[in-house]
């Protein structure tokens, strides 16, 4: 009913359907051991103890001394897991950072001087989306070497994309609206209306797709550190203590399942409360 | 007396080309305006009237320079506005303004009222930051909004008080020109006589000269002092606004003068429905444009040439074969 | 025309409509009652927010399900109370008995299928027949709203169509099965000055031919007053003032009317400065004390803003009613 519509506002009414459950499991899983694995790990992740090797985790036949229990070198699971966070975090933020600031520079650009440019950046969008991450990281692996560097520049690479699309559909819209042409006819110059008038309203598209990419970054980590051309090791990266794991499934399942556990909890949470943000920054729903 | 000429459009075209179909590589012409001539004194108002496809917004989007023409020049204050750089541009877009027909997208919503209505004056002014919030001030109260609502955002307003902020905005480097493109018709009907009466405060009490677009005939009647009305890209008939509506010499005027709704029940005029519908611009009629609709049509001439405007009173210019 | 000797096809009767959100809930159809005869057409005038597209929804029965609710009175549709019929008898209602044309022409046709589809598809749900007449039907629909060269246009599809064309379509579809009563919101807005003369006549002419009863919804007193024959005159979910046409503009009882139609400027010309309602229409989530139109008006007094006037007879003429403390003293 148009008749019913009124503007628009954030109000503190929207924050009452925060979702709870994913941002405290995201708290504990993923953001507080990111920044204080120091102080909260049990063990050192790094230093092996061969007399404790294979523990099962507590409630398996295992003590609390080791809670998810240890590794074939007899390295603690859970203080890897938390060590391993930080890790994780780093790759998926600058890596989203990268995505972030090269699509939306491009999109906007497209978006608004249209014509070659435009065509140009999409095809590039186009190729970029055809071609697997996975082919392009084993290149800069075998270029670069396995290195933070590469992985960082993967995500990014793999991510870009989508932002610019997303980014140059808005801004064709936004081009045409009134208060642009407004803006033109009052005397600004270009970079003025591109940052001052649409910058501005395409910032939340920005911040609900970078939340929702976080899940496929961390995703994407994973798989690389899993085939071996991620970080290499020692690092705790989480797909690698997945990969870790994968000859002893059979045996000592905690190994590869606690990490995989971790990886799906936080994943699953962003996306949760990317979705949440998306609602709750998009003006078109009303509070009916 | 006459005031001074501020702005003249001498032949002024505008011509797209449009693929002739999805798979095409063939382009057509569409010749969205076509040699248009009109001038506009200072102080004075100069309604465009005509009904969707003639023509009055690409018209206006040339005056404000968004727009290149295909041909023709615009002139203001006797330099061609399509060849200004620099200050002389600069001079122009402070000079010219416009307030546009939907108060809720022609504001930012991201952006404070404060900023919103300054930024023609920032733009192209060199002033501190206080007197910017002096004239911000100003040109609120001169719309009837205190200074306290320069520190709001848009979506703090109803659609009045929007198109007063938008108005406000035109006025604030006291130009001489505004352009007014359906200005109350995305207005409530109680709220348009408001925003009317406030425009023509502000042409009395600032000399501004208005280009008006508007659907609304009475609305226009009421604010215009000359109009020009267009039928597929061409004028058809221009003049002093109560000469024509009184008195619409050409076919077309008389007819969609006649549509216009009555404002009661006892004032039932005489309704000259016409056939059809307009042509596309992609394929109009030769000859006069609006032949195949005329109930007046006088002969082979009508399909074969096209009327040029000639004067058919000091005041009144029409183009039309019944007249030569 | 006199209304009193014809049938009541439409009768509405203290028709309440309830909102309920998070945030509260309000009243945007508050006590309706009103009748439309047949071959008459009622106007229903409003701005944004004046409860009149609700309304038209409310006698459909189209509201919005979980946040709109009918809380009190009657629809009687030819002596057929529609509030109590099942969803599925009001299906075979709606469109056969009483149909709507909305604004847009753009979204009201599907895109996807070409006129004819959509004008069988409607044949096809209230009154089946053969295959092969199902077509002639539908030209003979389309001829009846005047569409030119309809064998042809049947076959188009909405985007081939300009906008007076595709409302014309929309009609067609309206009026395909002869309902009794037709519910027009706004249906001309997006039309040209020319085209909407057409479009007018168009629906004075069907009326003529099948005598069915129109409710137009309007903001614009100038198709009142060039089309209908009585009025609604409705304020923040009140009908303030009902009444014959021609007795409402030459004495409006209510000073939301009486000001309405004066701030309008005229055709003919020479007028002073126009005369304007200070302030803005209330927003429906407000709550209203007193009469709703009181913080505008003029004459408003103490209980004006207290008291929320009743609905009674204007000069003492049986019909013409308005809601206004001025008319009670008289």
Redesign the interface.
Known sequence: MAELSTPSRFSLRRLRNLPLVPIIILLVVFIIPAFFAQWIAPHDPYVPNLRARLQPPVFFGGTWEYPLGTDRLGRDILSRILHGAWYVMAVSMIGIFVGVVVGTTLGLIAGYVRGRFDSLVMRLVDISLALPAMLLALALAAALGASFLSVVIVVGFALWAYFARQVRAEVLLLRDSDFVARSLVAGSSHARILFRHILPNVVNTIVVLATLQVGIAIMLDASLSFLGIGIPRPTPAWGLLVSDGRDFIATDWWIAFFPGLAIMLTVLSVNMIGDWLRDALDPRLKQF | MKNPTILEARGLSKHFEVKDGFFSRETKTVRAVNDLNFEISKGETLALVG??GCGKTTTTRLL?R?QNPTQGVINFEGKDVHSLTGAD??RF??R???V???PW???????RIRDFVA??LI??ETLTSGEVDRRVHEALDAVGLGPAHARKY???F?G??RQRI?IA?AIVTRPDLV?LDEPVSGL???????I??LL?DMQQEYGISYILVA?D???T??LADKVAVMYLGSIIETGD??QI??HPRHPYTE??????????????NR?I??K???PSPLSPPDGCPFHPRCPKVVGNICSTAFPQLAAETPQVQVGCHIYK | MNSQTKKPLLEVQDLKVEIKTKVGSFVPVNGHSFSVHEGETIGIVGESGSGKSMTASALMRLLPKHVAKITEGSVRLDGKELLTLSEKQMRKVRGAEISMILQDPQTSLNPAFTVGSQIKEALRLHAPGPRRSLRSRAIDALKAVKVAAPEQRIDAYPGELSGGMRQRVVGAIAISCRPKVIIADEPTTSLDVTVQAQYLRLLRELQEETGMAILFITHDFGIVASLCHRVLVMYAGRIVESGPVGKIFANPAHPYTEALIATVPSLSGNQGRLRTIPGQPPSPAEKIVGCPFAPRCDYADARCRSEAPPTVLANGDSEHTTSCWRAVNQ
Do not use: C, M, W
Not at chain 2, 105 to 111: D, G, K, L, Y
């Open positions: 009904e969707s404000l968004l541009l600069k877009r402070s010219v303004q416009a546009f027909q939907d997208s022609s504001i930012n919503p991201r952006v930024e023609p733009v192209n848009p979506h703090e109803s009045g008080q938008a905005s352009i409530d009907v109680s709220i348009r006589s408001q009317i009466n023509k659907h005939l009475a609305t009647r009421y606004t109560d509506f009184d007819a969609l003068l006649s549509a216009a709704l009555p404002s009661s029940p006892t004032e039932k309704e429905v016409l059809g519908e307009i």
